[in-house]
């Protein structure tokens, strides 16, 4: 049986030529393949380049703000190119993106006074 070399303690051990083929033959024994999928894996977020431990092995970026920033460009960049409007996951947004005037952090009178006073220079 050929040799492969474990990918989790580099022992050389002998492997099934069918398991090598299919891309199994990665340990020499079960220890080691848990030992392996435990160990966190390093990489580089997509979005602020910053390398993380992988929780998951479909983890991108860092952190949920990256993922977030990174879906809102995504989708910024959708709507200069594309004719239809981005459709945005409303979950992820935080309140801060919301109207500051239909949350409360502007006064409605702050600014509309401001909008409503009269332009004497325009005649209204
Ligand atoms: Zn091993
Ligand atoms: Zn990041």
Redesign the pocket.
Same mark, same amino acid.
């Given at each position: 049986m050929p040799m492969v070399k474990c990918q989790q303690c580099g022992k050389a051990f002998s492997a099934d030529a069918g398991r090598i083929r299919l891309g199994r033959a990665k340990y020499c024994s079960r220890s080691c393949s848990a030992a392996a999928r435990r160990t966190p894996k390093e990489a580089t977020?997509?979005?602020?380049?910053?390398t993380?431990t992988k929780g998951r092995g479909s983890q991108k970026? +860092?952190?949920l703000? +990256?993922?977030n920033?990174a879906l809102r460009a995504a989708s910024y960049k959708k709507a200069s190119s594309g004719k239809k409007k981005p459709n945005r996951p409303a979950t992820l947004y935080c309140a801060c993106f919301e109207d500051p005037w239909a949350n409360g952090s502007i006064k409605p009178d702050k600014y509309g006074n401001t909008f409503r006073t009269p332009d004497f220079g325009l005649g209204f």
């Open positions: 977020c997509l979005w602020c380049r910053s993380f970026y +860092c952190s703000d +990256c993922a920033e």
